[in-house]
């Protein structure tokens, strides 16, 4: 299944709070794993670049 690049950034916004919610050092550093993943697959498609023209 593709998310669409409104559903992507969505995710990454709830990782990002997520990551300052957690009291586990584990979880946070597997979540802040996840934002890092997610932000380079954002980067690396320039159709998912938040306002990005087409």
Do not use: F, W, Y
């Not at 998310?3 to 586990?24: F, K, S």
């Not at 802040?32 to 990005?52: G, H, Q």
């Amino acid at each position: 299944m593709d998310l669409t690049p409104e559903d992507l950034h969505h995710r990454l916004d709830q990782l990002r709070l997520l990551a300052t919610e957690t009291d586990d050092p584990l979880a946070e550093r597997l979540v802040r794993d996840l934002i890092v993943e997610l932000e380079d697959r954002l980067t690396a498609d320039p159709r998912l670049v938040k306002n990005s023209p087409g």
